[in-house]
């Protein structure tokens, strides 16, 4: 992966020189996608969202509805302040044909926009025709037009459409906005795991044990749930197919703990004590074992893996208090992470690859999140004074941490930037804990 995290400047763009091809019915010509380069921590990009305008009447309630869920998506990414329309936005030209319109840079200018959006909604028969237009608000140049087509009860699809594709416009990486989070959802005293969008929305159960099935792992292509039930009194690994429901229960006695899919393949990490000590294993979707990955009289648990595969990290007591370790799959090599703290658990390698989450339990006894490189520099703190912080887990292009705190009084998840700004909750009825975010885009 390797692509350093990008956030914009006020200046100067970097043209990707691969081309975005545009339907010849829409516009004759492709158009150059930008990548706006800033520091961590940079101001969100100023961005004026204009209302879609409407060709017939009574697509107005459905231009509301895209409006809304295109700003709610633009601003969950963090990565754009949305700004309101100046006056007089549109000067001239054919207002129900986007590329046609002619659009007032200056009221732009006036507001310090960056960038402007906007866009037509058409409706043939039961077919909504969203055709969107993004400008470069500092030079008047169009960074994109392209046409959404979608059934009248899909907007949200329709809007998370254009959303992932201006996201992809300004960092040149998949977005979350088809992306999945796995969690623990606590009610009744019983514990299920279910399987919300990435925002938290249509959170649907997709474990019925009628007891407890927690520590839910989704493997890197989105169809392969692993998680553990007590339905039986000891914990027992199942692996769920999502295609078709299909449950493999992995048969061995003692202990399972923590299973963790290794990118690249379909095979799981996890915590076996049949052998008499709680060793790591890699596991196929079969569950059948594939190889045994640590050999250690110390207990090693909770393993995560870097981008291609080839490396593990992992939770050991081998020097004593719980430290995170990493461990060379090819080369059997392994070297001490953490350094500081006496209680650091829970690792979550970032799919970009150049950074690993991990919660540490502090001298108040606060259970907070931070972050540090890959070969052990950079250490940072996320989460500060706001009580327990667990779970921590990447978005699919790095950018983002979703993670569960009891900051509110009870168990929540929420979300923040990789670097910690904008924590806010998902809102979600109950309890939550354990949280996942699917690599599948």
């Keep these: 992966m390797g692509i350093p995290r990008l956030t914009l400047s006020r200046i100067a763009f970097i043209v990707v020189w691969c081309m975005v091809f545009i339907p010849s019915t829409l516009f004759a010509e492709s158009v150059k996608e930008y990548i706006r380069i800033t520091k961590a921590g940079a101001s969100r990009i100023p961005l004026v969202l204009k209302p879609i305008d409407v060709k017939k009447s009574g697509n107005g309630k459905y231009a509301q509805g895209i409006d809304l869920i295109i700003k709610d998506g633009l601003d969950f990414t963090g990565l754009f302040a949305i700004i309101k329309p100046p006056m007089n936005i549109i000067t001239g030209g054919d207002l129900y044909q986007a590329g046609k319109r002619q659009i007032n840079f200056a009221a732009l200018s006036s507001v310090r926009a960056e960038v402007y959006v906007g866009g037509v909604l058409d409706r043939k028969g039961k077919t909504l025709e969203m055709d969107m237009e993004v400008y470069d608000a500092l030079t008047g140049r169009i960074l994109m037009r392209r046409l959404y087509q979608g059934k009248r009860d899909e907007l949200r699809s329709l809007a998370h459409s254009f959303c992932a594709d201006l996201v992809r416009l300004f960092t040149g990486k998949p977005s979350i906005f088809e992306s999945k989070i796995a969690f623990v959802l606590q009610s009744a005293g019983k514990k299920e795991v279910y399987l919300a969008d990435f925002d938290g929305y249509?959170?649907?159960?997709?474990?019925?044990?009628k007891g407890f099935a927690v520590t839910p792992a989704l493997s890197p292509d989105g169809r392969q749930l692993a998680y553990l039930t007590y339905t039986n009194g000891l914990p027992d690994l199942h692996i769920k197919d999502l295609s078709n429901q299909k449950i493999v229960s992995v048969t061995r006695k003692g202990i399972k703990i923590d299973p963790s899919w290794r990118n690249g393949s379909l095979e799981l990490a996890t915590t076996f004590s049949f052998d008499g000590n709680q060793e790591l294993y890699l596991v196929r979707k079969d569950g059948t074992i594939s190889r045994r990955l640590t050999r250690h009289s110390s207990i090693d648990v909770s393993p995560t893996f870097s981008p291609n595969g080839k490396e593990m990290a992992f939770v050991s007591s081998r020097h004593g208090s719980p430290q995170i370790f990493i461990r060379n799959l090819n080369l059997g090599t392994v070297k001490r992470l953490t350094f500081k703290g006496k209680y650091n658990t829970q690792p979550a390698?970032?799919?970009?690859?150049?950074?690993?989450?991990?919660?540490?339990?502090?001298?108040?006894r606060e259970i907070n999140i931070f972050t540090i490189n890959a070969d052990g520099t950079g250490l940072r703190q996320l989460t500060y004074g706001a009580r327990n912080n667990e779970s921590p887990s990447w978005s699919p292009d790095g950018t983002m941490i979703v993670f569960s705190s009891n900051r509110g009084g009870?168990?929540?998840?929420?979300?923040?930037?990789?670097?910690?700004?904008?924590?806010?909750?998902?809102?979600?009825?109950?309890?939550?804990?354990?949280?996942?975010?699917?690599?599948?885009?």
């Design 202 to 209: 249509g959170a649907k159960p997709v474990t019925n044990t």
């Design 410 to 441: 009870s168990e929540k998840l929420y979300v923040m930037n990789a670097d910690g700004r904008n924590q806010r909750s998902l809102k979600l009825a109950g309890e939550q804990m354990q949280p996942c975010w699917s690599q599948f885009r």
């Design 349 to 364: 390698w970032s799919p970009v690859g150049d950074k690993i989450a991990f919660t540490a339990m502090q001298k108040n």
